[in-house]
Nanobody, 122 residues
């Protein structure tokens, strides 16, 4: 595993959380900074679904279910990708995973982080 996601927790509906994703190995840092990076989530009993993506240049895309509530961003100097989640609802409860895809020094990569749990109480 070359990605580490953190920042999850328990929050009340209407609250906010900020998730972070970084490379867990320094040898992957350069590749991660240039990667197409995305956040996915998976709720119990449901399939993993795409949440948001960001290109190496900062262009962003969002699932309709989170548009205008979530913001994905990156700071390549800090080797970080963030997901700011506002106006959370119980439907946002899930394990959140970061994913990085690209072509690096060792060829094509498609890396997943271990996930961080977000629980929104009503």
């Amino acid at each position: 595993v070359q990605l580490q996601a953190f920042g999850g927790g328990l929050v009340q509906a209407g609250g906010f959380l900020s998730l972070s994703c970084t490379s867990s190995r320094s040898t992957f840092s350069t590749d991660f900074s240039a990667a197409f990076t995305a956040w996915y989530r998976q709720a119990p009993g449901k399939q993993r679904e795409w949440v948001a993506s960001i290109t190496r240049f900062g262009s962003t895309m969002y699932a309709d279910s989170v548009k205008d509530r979530f913001t994905i961003s990156r700071d390549n100097a800090k080797n970080m990708v963030y997901l700011q989640m506002n106006s959370l609802t119980p439907e946002d409860t899930a394990g959140y995973y970061c994913n990085a895809k690209g072509v690096g020094g060792s060829g094509v990569f498609d890396e997943w982080g271990q996930g961080t749990q977000v629980t929104v109480s009503s």
